[in-house]
């Protein structure tokens, strides 16, 4: 009767068993502390991927800045104003010295075609959702594209160190060169923002079996995002250095490398003349604080 009684009570004690255990779970979550509770390397790239993505799709902001761009041929110094109809731009130094009175006049032509030809800002407008598309697409395989693991912290940042990741079917071209590199991503630790991503190919990618391109292994990139503003993160450096062939005949030599400063606000109500005539008589140049030679 003993061991009946017994077995008649196991499942009120087992039920009082698991609510105990759950108990205990539930203050375990509380209680313990935080390092018990980490997040994988994985989940905090998803988790910095959707607050880029976010505040991407939030960010109406407007700016007018300086931009240095340097590829093999040249280098170019050129300031720059975002306005909610288009971008403006106007070049001051061409391979280190300023633009010749023909080399002014070609750049004050481009400008102005800008604010008066719709069908170039429709260009401009279309080959910008262009590249905002092809950013967020590649973002987005970053968590999945790449094995991922936690190399360090230190100074209010997290760096995780990544590796191709062999399961990873890269859907298009743009990406099997993207999936093929390894490197590390330096993460804001308190905003949990992208900092630094940067990446060396450590595998030939062949396009066809070479016939249309192949790109050889050592190619590198680094991109820096840095907070111009408070909770405001733009890219203000971009450096490429690939090499390869593509279509059999034709060479690639990416090297490049581009460097934005000096962001001051602008104004959504600034138009596309007003920002093209503060270009032109040099209230841009003083606003960003650059002396032109």
Known sequence: MQSLNHFRSLPHVVAKSWWRMGLLAFLLRIFLPAQAQQTSPQQLVQQV?????????????????RDFDKVPSKSTVTLVVQTAQGTVSKTIELNGHPLTPQQRAQDEAKMQSVVSDPAVRAKQHKNSAHDDQQSTALL???????????????????TLHFLPNPAF????????????????MIVDEK????????????????????????????GTFRVVRSEIAPG??????????????????KSINEQQD?????????????????????????????????LQK
């Open 191 to 218: 905003q949990k923002r992208l900092k630094v991503l940067s990446g060396k190919l450590i595998q030939p990618v062949e396009f066809a079996w070479g016939l249309f391109g192949k790109l050889n292994p050592g």
């Open 232 to 249: 405001e993160w733009q890219i203000t450096e971009t450096h490429v250095h690939i090499q390869g062939h593509m279509l059999i005949f």
């Open 169 to 184: 079917q890269p859907p298009n071209y743009a990406s099997r060169v993207f999936a093929a590199m390894a490197g590390e």
């Open 49 to 65: 991927i959707h607050n880029e993505l976010t505040a991407d799709q939030n960010d109406h902001s407007l700016w007018m800045y």
């Open 258 to 290: 581009d460097v934005t400063s000096d962001y001051k606000p602008v104004s959504p109500a600034l138009t596309l003349e007003r920002a093209a005539k503060m270009l032109t008589d040099g209230t841009v140049a003083k606003e960003l604080g650059i």
């Open 140 to 158: 987005k395989m970053l968590p999945y594209a790449f094995l991922w693991t936690e190399t360090g912290q230190s100074n209010g940042e997290i």
